[in-house]
């Protein structure tokens, strides 16, 4: 019991140590991301958190497997390592009795992974989807920050202002650069306003300006001086986002007979499966072998994971271009798995004899003497 308790102990120490890692390695990955296309004006800076919320929750059950994996792995090679397993073997405990411990250890690990993989990661994509689509609707206008350049991609347009007031929406001293017809053209105002079209684009209308045509030295340079004058800086239409399989909820894929849909019921169920199987491996996986040094575990661990991983992404393409059965992909690839656990473990369980038979009993001794 004793043994027990330590080791859920240092498994729990080892999970919230690697996890807070891993989360960190995520989420500056996911800022850094997000920061730039923000920086290039693919994103709205006040959208960014929003994202990073939605794009987190997309990926955490593979920070969890990962997590999980490493947790039991770690754990179990420095018991190994340090001769605590010779203890725990030694008090009457077989290898096998860290079974139960360990899974009511990970039990909880993959519940939140089973949950999050067919439930709460397709919600994530659906609102992530949906909040893309709200900031591309959102008026573009809103995205300009006085004194900073603002390229409006609809509109073939550059915007820079000096300032807005707030109160009436003026603009004051307004430069636009745009390409018409593979023509240049700069417009400079001192005023401007915005104002709506009835088909439900956007107009800057600009006055007190010139408008520079062509490039200065050309036969077809000219300046044309305006007192009003307006300009489309958004369409009326709008371009449509495509919502992506990912986001569709697991039942709505469980019904859908199509290859594509197939393959991603595939990716979803195969994550929980794999957090199991990585974890059941990470047991034998773990013993210790002093002459190949302290990292080969984890170089042992780095291979199979990339390899597990990559054979549910190639089996998933399998059968999205329907060249191979849903069920197929799923027993042949897990069964696998799961066939190579047995095998590692029961060598394993054979090192510690716990395989071998006892000693065959010779025929009864007659006179003192054997026969």
Not at 156 to 166: A, Q, R
Request: proline share 5%; glycine share 6%; hydrophobic share 55%.
């Amino acid at each position: 019991m004793i043994f027990r308790r330590t080791l859920v102990r240092e498994l729990t120490a080892t999970a919230i140590g690697l996890f807070v890692i891993l989360a960190a390695i995520l989420f500056t990955n996911l800022v850094l991301r997000l920061l730039a296309q923000a920086a290039g004006g693919a994103v709205a800076p006040d959208g960014i958190m929003a994202l990073l919320g939605f794009a987190a929750l997309v990926r955490v059950n593979i920070l969890l497997a990962v997590a999980l994996f490493l947790t039991v792995l770690l754990t179990l090679s420095r018991w190994h390592r340090d001769s605590e397993m010779i203890v725990w073997m030694t008090s009457g405990q077989s290898i096998t009795a860290l079974l139960k411990p360990i899974l009511w250890f990970a039990a909880p690990f993959l519940v939140a992974i089973l949950a999050l993989s067919l439930f709460l990661s397709p919600w994530a994509e659906q609102r992530k989807a949906e909040f893309e689509r709200q900031l591309e609707s959102r008026d573009e206008l809103s995205f300009i920050t006085p004194g900073l350049f603002r390229e409006f991609r609809s509109a073939h347009l550059v915007v820079f202002i000096e300032s807005i007031n707030t109160f009436d929406g003026t603009i004051r001293n307004v430069f636009l650069h745009s390409i018409d017809d593979e023509k240049d053209s700069t417009t400079v105002a001192r005023v401007a306003r915005l104002q709506e079209g009835p088909d439900g684009a956007r107009y800057v209308v600009l006055e007190d300006g010139r408008r520079y045509e062509g490039a200065p030295g050309s036969p077809d340079f000219r300046v044309v001086e305006f007192e009003r004058l307006g300009r489309v800086i958004q369409p009326a239409v709008a371009r449509a986002i495509p919502v992506s399989r990912k986001a569709m909820p697991t039942e709505g894929l469980l019904i859908a007979d199509g290859d594509a849909e197939r393959a991603e019921l595939f990716w979803r169920i195969s994550i929980p499966i794999l957090a199991f199987a990585l974890t059941l491996l990470a047991i034998p996986l773990a013993h210790v072998n002093p002459r190949l040094g302290r990292t080969f575990n984890l170089f042992s661990a780095a291979f199979i994971y990339f390899s597990y991983t990559n054979c549910i992404n190639v089996v998933q393409s399998l059968i999205a271009q329907g060249k191979l059965d849903f069920w197929v992909g799923l027993l042949l690839l897990h069964g696998t798995a799961f066939l190579v656990v047995f095998v590692l473990f029961r060598h394993h369980l054979s090192a510690y004899g716990l395989f071998r038979r006892p000693p065959r009993a010779g025929p009864p001794a007659v006179g003192g003497v054997a026969a």
